[in-house]
């Protein structure tokens, strides 16, 4: 009697049913675990303690009745992003122009040491205009504004808000069947994707971990900052009196994060539904008790373990980038340069979602570091062999402009970019939590979807009721 032996795929099929099933039940026993602790613990307690007549002032209690109630939580969460978001912009802007400055005069003094040593002009533009002022361009956009984020966003944390965030918007992320942890990872987010993929861990669930990791880029990191600052700034908020306009582009900034959040939740949502279909685990978050910051901690970690440590990693990535935007803008084929060239090519892409081949093309670029958008924007815009920097607002709106900017161009450019694919940082990180090349994928083709598809649906909609 002869016995069939499996096949490879079918023992295949059958193992990774079996870590399914495995999964699931580690998952409802971890739960009724947690949850019988708590009921025990409970039940315990009321045995044990006995209540005197005179409560004891709960300090901690009274600011959660307000910080978490239903009614002043989320005005009191949108307050201090808000804040956030306007000292970060309002804060960032002096330091920014002055760093640029700097490390453009130290540019001019590279050319006239190249010039000394009699280096070739081609040298001189690819190591110069090309890999240092990419170089330069990041740092002095990117530096100032994590400077003050993240030692903010660190305050948040040290003194225990964190938690209240994350406890507010926990019933919504269980209505998408994620988990409540996710909204910490999201805060992590909007420093950097990277940061926020590594914070995924605390998720103990492999299900619910990998709808955090995959979600994690719908919320807008630091690089895509002054891409969206610039729009709200140049064609929304310069329509109002100077004195309001930073206002403004702080409540742009919020609008735009809770459509962020809303997408993550959506997408949240259908994953957990389909791809990651399963039962929401138990989530169990114990709410640190108030209390005063650790300055020089704070001060530590936002700084040297947070800013420092994703500067270096947009640095390494910016530097070949640079080079690439150089080589595109300066190597020619017939009359026309590489840049010109692929522009052409993705332009009729380009007006379906109301952008244009430039704008396309400047996003394929900036993969390594999306801090390189807008230069790279420009510089294909001004036809130029390197990335420049306009004097002025005004100044850069009119280059926008006379180059078919419309309403529906920025709207379309802003939706782009928090949807778009994350950066190649973000992926690797991506690569290294996973293990797993086709997550990792997924990871970029979700969110490239979302993105033409939200585009596409917003400026066709747009051009209908007469924009653009």
């Given at each position: 009697?002869?016995?069939?032996?499996?096949?490879?795929?079918?023992?295949k099929?059958?193992?990774?049913?079996?870590q399914?099933?495995?999964?699931?039940?580690?998952?409802?026993?971890?739960?009724?675990?947690?949850?019988?602790?708590?009921?025990?613990?409970?039940?315990?307690?009321?045995?044990?303690?006995?209540k005197?007549?005179?409560?004891?002032?709960?300090?901690?209690?009274?600011?959660?009745?307000?910080?978490?109630?239903?009614?002043?939580?989320?005005?009191?969460?949108?307050a201090?992003?808000?804040?956030?978001?306007?000292?970060?912009?309002?804060?960032?802007?002096?330091?920014?122009?002055?760093?640029?400055?700097?490390?453009?005069?130290?540019?001019?003094?590279?050319v006239?040491l190249?010039?000394?040593?009699?280096?070739?002009?081609?040298?001189?533009?690819?190591?110069i205009?090309?890999?240092?002022?990419?170089?330069?361009w990041?740092?002095?956009?990117m530096?100032?504004?994590?400077?003050?984020?993240?030692?903010?966003?660190?305050?948040?944390?040290?003194?225990?808000?964190?938690?209240?965030?994350?406890?507010?918007?926990?019933?919504?992320?269980?209505?998408?069947?994620?988990?409540?942890?996710?909204?910490?990872?999201?805060?992590?987010?909007m420093?950097?994707?990277?940061?926020?993929?590594i914070?995924?861990?605390t998720?103990?669930?492999?299900?619910?971990?990998?709808?955090?990791?995959?979600?994690?880029?719908?919320?807008?990191?630091?690089?895509?900052?002054?891409?969206?600052?610039?729009?709200?700034?140049?064609?929304?908020a310069?329509?109002?009196?100077?004195?309001l306009?930073?206002?403004?582009?702080?409540?742009?900034?919020?609008?735009i994060?809770?459509?962020?959040?809303?997408?993550?939740?959506?997408?949240s949502?259908?994953?957990?539904?389909?791809?990651?279909?399963?039962?929401?685990?138990?989530?169990?978050?114990?709410?640190?008790?108030?209390?005063?910051?650790?300055?020089?901690?704070?001060?530590?970690?936002?700084?040297?373990?947070?800013?420092?440590?994703v500067?270096?990693?947009?640095v390494?990535?910016?530097?070949?980038?640079?080079?690439?935007?150089?080589?595109?803008?300066?190597?020619?084929?017939?009359?026309?340069?590489?840049?010109?060239?692929?522009a052409?090519?993705?332009?009729?892409?380009?007006?379906?979602?109301?952008?244009?081949?430039?704008?396309?093309?400047?996003?394929?670029?900036?993969?390594?570091?999306?801090?390189?958008?807008i230069?790279?924007?420009?510089?294909?815009?001004?036809?130029?062999?390197?990335?420049?920097?306009?004097?002025?607002?005004?100044?850069?709106?009119?280059?926008?402009?006379?180059?078919?900017?419309?309403?529906v161009?920025?709207?379309?450019?802003?939706?782009?970019?928090?949807?778009?694919?994350?950066?190649?940082?973000?992926?690797?990180?991506?690569w290294?939590?996973?293990?797993?090349?086709?997550?990792t994928?997924?990871?970029?083709?979700?969110?490239?979807?979302v993105?033409?598809?939200?585009?596409?649906?917003?400026?066709?909609?747009?051009?209908?009721?007469?924009?653009?």
């Open positions: 009697m002869m016995v069939a032996t499996p096949k490879k795929a079918e023992l099929e059958l193992l990774d049913r079996v399914r099933v495995a999964s699931s039940i580690r998952e409802s026993l971890d739960d009724h675990i947690t949850s019988s602790i708590y009921a025990d613990a409970k039940l315990i307690a009321s045995k044990a303690v006995t005197t007549e005179v409560p004891e002032i709960d300090i901690d209690a009274k600011i959660d009745r307000i910080m978490t109630s239903r009614i002043t939580g989320f005005p009191i969460m949108f201090l992003m808000m804040g956030i978001f306007w000292l970060t912009i309002e804060g960032a802007n002096i330091p920014s122009h002055l760093l640029a400055e700097g490390l453009f005069w130290l540019e001019d003094q590279f006239l190249f010039r000394w040593f009699g280096a070739p002009m081609w040298l001189e533009g690819l190591v205009h090309g890999i240092y002022r990419g170089l330069a990041v740092v002095s956009v530096l100032p504004p994590m400077a003050i984020f993240f030692p903010l966003l660190t305050l948040l944390e040290d003194v225990g808000y964190l938690a209240r965030f994350a406890f507010n918007i926990d019933r919504l992320f269980k209505w998408a069947g994620a988990h409540g942890k996710q909204a910490i990872t999201m805060v992590m987010g420093g950097c994707n990277a940061a926020g993929v914070s995924c861990r998720i103990s669930s492999p299900r619910e971990r990998l709808i955090a990791i995959l979600t994690n880029n719908f919320v807008p990191c630091n690089g895509r900052w002054p891409l969206l600052i610039l729009m709200t700034t140049v064609f929304v310069s329509k109002f009196p100077p004195a306009s930073s206002v403004v582009s702080s409540l742009l900034m919020v609008a994060i809770m459509f962020s959040i809303l997408t993550t939740l959506i997408v949502a259908i994953l957990s539904r389909t791809l990651l279909k399963g039962e929401t685990s138990f989530f169990v978050l114990e709410l640190p008790s108030y209390r005063r910051p650790k300055i020089i901690h704070v001060l530590y970690t936002s700084l040297i373990d947070r800013t420092i440590k500067l270096y990693r947009a390494v990535w910016a530097m070949p980038a640079g080079a690439l935007i150089w080589i595109l803008g300066n190597v020619h084929i017939g009359s026309e340069t590489i840049m010109a060239q692929i052409g090519v993705l332009s009729p892409v380009g007006l379906l979602i109301g952008l244009d081949g430039i704008i396309l093309l400047a996003f394929i670029v900036a993969i390594p570091a999306n801090e390189i958008v230069p790279t924007i420009i510089m294909g815009y001004m036809g130029t062999s390197m990335m420049v920097e306009l004097e002025s607002m005004a100044e850069l709106q009119a280059l926008f402009v006379a180059h078919g900017f419309t309403v161009t920025a709207i379309s450019l802003m939706l782009f970019s928090v949807l778009h694919y994350p950066c190649a940082t973000t992926t690797h990180t991506i290294k939590e996973t293990g797993s090349v086709r997550w994928l997924l990871s970029n083709l979700i969110p490239l979807t993105a033409f598809l939200t585009c596409f649906i917003v400026s066709q909609a747009l051009y209908a009721l007469g924009f653009g």
